[in-house]
């Protein structure tokens, strides 16, 4: 600002000078070694100081850059020292663009105390959501992934920021709390499966030993249920750990396989010698499935037997060719059976008594009520006419069907 000598100050003749103010006139110093304007342009440069101070304190309060209580004690220093300058110029219109800075540092204030609410109530809000998954976590057997997760959480915990201390030491004991829940139902977790881990391993160890001891054996059926049973007690033990695991169950699965290889090597021969058998039975099966359909059921049990007494005397063949010729001769035993007791079934004396007294006894009736309609047509009653009419068609059907049934056991 441009002050004329005339309007903010003047030099006395001693070299005094002085500024201009609603109060009047007060000293600010001497300039003996110049002019009266040099003088004067001294402290008018003191005064344009001060008003860059006043404008850049205005720039930064105006953009936020500064804290509400920074801004007012810088508001506060700068006004001393205007109101005290040893300078020339407007020094009122500096104090005034000073305390007009007051109301808008108010006004930060309460916005930044409204945002810090509104961010302590965000924080309390992420902090307690924190808190609820970290004690479902403290409740699950997640032991693979929870651990990591909760290490997520509680850098997530570190990032917000505190709120009240009271609610934020409160959530923390629960977060706290809950972590340390966790940590030691894992820890008790893995130490019961080492635990299991260590007990398989001594029960693995042994069954191995057993297992081994066997695979010499050449007594096929006993030695192959010996190890189905070491297998189910294998897999009841559970893992053992880790580093024994794949060595244990390569040393019991070499005594398996070098006892059934055995096995297989000495069935192979086996069904090779009896591959005789197989094709003996073939042709017996070719004799005995040439009775079926049967017309002469005790020319077939004769034949049947007689044909099961050569079979039986053939002896074992393959084992893949065990169950096909035995279902084959089956039915053919089968075949025979059938027609066996269906003949008995049909010459059941008992049946056939009883099917004969039903006849019978139907024929009875039926003559009754032959009789009783006769009657009811000479009377004239047409109601009684219909029902007799009715009872004699439906005993007549019956009739029927009796007589077909004693007929079969006839």
């Known amino acids: 600002m441009t002050v004329t000598t005339s309007e903010w100050g003047r030099v006395a003749e001693d070299g005094t000078v002085y500024v201009r103010t609603p109060d009047g ?3 600010v110093g001497q300039y003996p070694e110049g002019t009266a304007d040099e003088a ?3 402290y008018v440069k003191r005064y344009d100081e001060l008003a860059g101070s006043v404008h850049l304190l205005e720039q930064r309060v105006n953009a936020g850059v500064v804290s509400p209580d920074e801004a007012t004690e810088a508001v506060r220093n700068l006004r001393t020292q205007v109101v005290d300058a040893h300078a020339v110029g407007d020094l009122t219109s500096l104090v005034g663009r000073l305390d007009s800075l007051l109301p808008v540092i108010s006004q930060q204030r309460q916005a ?3 945002e810090r609410a509104q961010k302590a109530a965000e924080a309390k809000d992420a902090k ?3 808190v609820a998954e970290a004690e ?3 409740e699950s057997n997640d032991w693979r992934n929870g651990a990591n997760r909760l290490r997520q959480l509680l850098d997530a915990w570190k990032a917000l920021p505190r709120i009240d201390r009271s609610a934020d030491d409160q959530l923390w004991r629960r977060f706290s709390t809950a972590r340390t829940s966790y940590t030691r139902r894992r820890k008790s977790h893995f130490a019961e499966q080492n635990e299991k881990r260590e007990a398989a391993r001594v029960v693995k160890q042994r069954l191995v030993k057993e ?9 096929w059926g006993v030695t192959a249920g010996a190890y189905r049973d070491l297998m189910r007690q294998w897999k009841a033990a559970g893992p053992a750990p880790r580093e024994v695991e794949d060595e244990l169950w390569g040393r019991f699965r070499g005594a398996q396989d070098t006892f059934f290889g055995a096995r297989d090597a000495a069935m192979a021969a086996q069904d090779s010698e009896f591959a005789a058998n197989a094709e003996a039975k073939e042709k017996l099966l070719v004799e005995a499935e040439a009775l079926v359909p049967v017309t002469d059921v005790a020319a077939a049990k004769r034949a049947i037997r007689d044909i099961a007494e050569r079979w039986d005397a053939i002896g074992k063949v393959p084992r893949d060719q065990i169950r096909p010729l035995e279902d084959r001769m089956r039915a053919v035993e089968q075949a025979i059976r059938g027609i066996e007791e269906e003949k008995w079934r049909r010459t059941d004396p008992e049946k056939s008594a009883r099917a004969d007294d039903m006849v019978a006894k139907l024929q009875e009736a039926i003559g009754k009520v032959e009789s009783d309609l006769e009657r009811a047509r000479t009377a004239g009653d047409g109601k009684r006419v219909t029902e007799l009419e009715e009872n004699l068609a439906s005993r007549r059907a019956f009739l029927e069907m009796a ?3 004693s007929a079969d056991y006839s």
């Not at 297992?211 to 007594?219: I, P, Q």
């Open 25 to 27: 006139e007060r000293p």
């Open 40 to 42: 004067l342009d001294f």
């Open 112 to 114: 930044r105390r409204a």
């Open 128 to 130: 307690e959501r924190l």
């Open 136 to 138: 479902k976590l403290a």
């Open 211 to 219: 297992a081994e001891s066997l695979a010499g054996s050449r007594e």
């Open 403 to 405: 007589e077909r049934a």
